[in-house]
């Protein structure tokens, strides 16, 4: 079916960039400051190709696919990437130490206030450093953007937050105890094996919709969306720690707990912010998992992604590190005061529907 245009009318309408450019001149200084805070702590800005073989392995990441054509005319697949990562490690495995990229990325099904088919991802990482580093980086740059915008709150449909706060850290198994009464380790084994059928009854207990062919990452998300995230990031922003492992393939497991990660979350004004992990560096484990998201995501949508085997060598002689995506756009909406992602940014992509 032919994609269509909405009547609302186009973002370079004088009027409308008249509205907009306010969001758009503060996003520019958001991000001349976060340059400059990552120049100040002896990061390289490197910059990497849209174009990869696999553009990412988890289940609900959904790409855009093409193909390059060979100078005799074969066709080769290739995907915009979801993120800058498997780049962005293979550069720390050829010695990099300290590198940040701002990536346009691209995402399939995903459009709506907070969300846009094509983005801009900022991720740093830093090798040899935990990832208690990158909640630290995370603080001081939403603080730095407060203040480059002169703005001393955060406000999101009705919630609001703090920039300069101390942030909260909150285990998920904490926040699903507090906020949706369910003990989320006794769901899972030692050796980080899920019990769907204990989560599901927990949830069903608290008032929470199961479906009877829900897996357990789907009861995960589903009380995590309805009943955990709403509570994050209010007053001050929420580092959400210790995922479970089963939700955090790229992460490596927690050294005090290996049924969670060494991956977090932040939250602010209820609005996911960051992802950052402690980064898992064994590729036999790293392709494992892979294959387990893929079978998902073959289960769900019947597609699934090609595994980068280019990415697994480099992972094997990658030094230890952490690393973190943060949403700028989202980072630029809530510094700016902005109600939609389009507002911040310069040429949105062109309205589509059915």
């Not at 990158?134 to 009705?158: I, Q």
Request: with cysteine.
């Amino acid at each position: 079916m032919k994609a269509s245009i909405t009547n609302i009318s186009p973002w370079w309408t004088p009027s409308v960039h008249a509205d907009r450019r306010p969001f758009l001149m503060g996003r520019n200084a958001v991000q001349l400051a976060v340059r400059g805070y990552f120049l100040s702590e002896d990061f390289v800005e490197v910059d990497t190709a849209a174009l990869q073989v696999s553009p990412g392995n988890e289940a609900h990441l959904h790409a855009f696919a093409t193909e390059a054509l060979t100078t005799d005319g074969q066709a080769m697949p290739l995907y915009l990437h979801t993120s800058p990562e498997f780049a962005c490690k293979k550069l720390l495995a050829a010695g990099e130490q300290r590198i940040a990229c701002f990536a346009h990325v691209y995402r399939n099904r995903e459009r709506g206030p907070l969300h846009h088919p094509e983005f801009t991802m900022l991720e740093w990482y830093r090798t040899g450093e935990s990832y208690e580093s990158l909640m630290r980086d995370c603080s001081s740059l939403v603080a730095l953007a407060a203040e480059t915008t002169k703005n001393p709150k955060f406000v999101y449909r009705g919630k609001e937050c703090d920039p300069f706060a101390e942030a909260e850290r909150l285990s998920v198994a904490a926040a699903f105890d507090r906020f949706a009464g369910i003990d989320l380790l006794a769901s899972i084994s030692s050796d980080g094996s899920t019990d769907v059928e204990r989560l599901a009854s927990d949830a069903r207990s608290n008032g929470i919709r199961v479906a009877d062919d829900d897996g357990w990452a789907d009861v995960f998300s589903r009380v995590l969306v309805e009943r955990v995230e709403p509570h994050l990031g209010v007053g001050q922003m929420t580092i959400l720690d210790e995922y479970p492992v089963s939700e955090a393939a790229l992460a490596r497991p927690s050294a005090r707990d290996p049924r969670v990660a060494e991956r977090f979350e932040a939250y602010i004004c209820g609005v996911e912010l960051a992802n950052g992990f402690g980064e898992l560096t064994n590729a036999v484990e790293q392709r494992r998992r892979f294959e387990i998201e893929m079978a998902e995501k073959s289960r769900i949508y019947g597609e699934t992604y090609p595994i980068d085997d280019d990415f697994l060598d480099a992972l094997a002689i990658m030094p230890d590190a952490s690393g973190i995506a943060l949403g700028f756009d989202r980072l630029a909406m809530l510094a700016t005061g902005a109600s939609r992602i389009d507002q911040v940014l310069w040429a949105p992509v062109a309205e589509y529907g059915q």
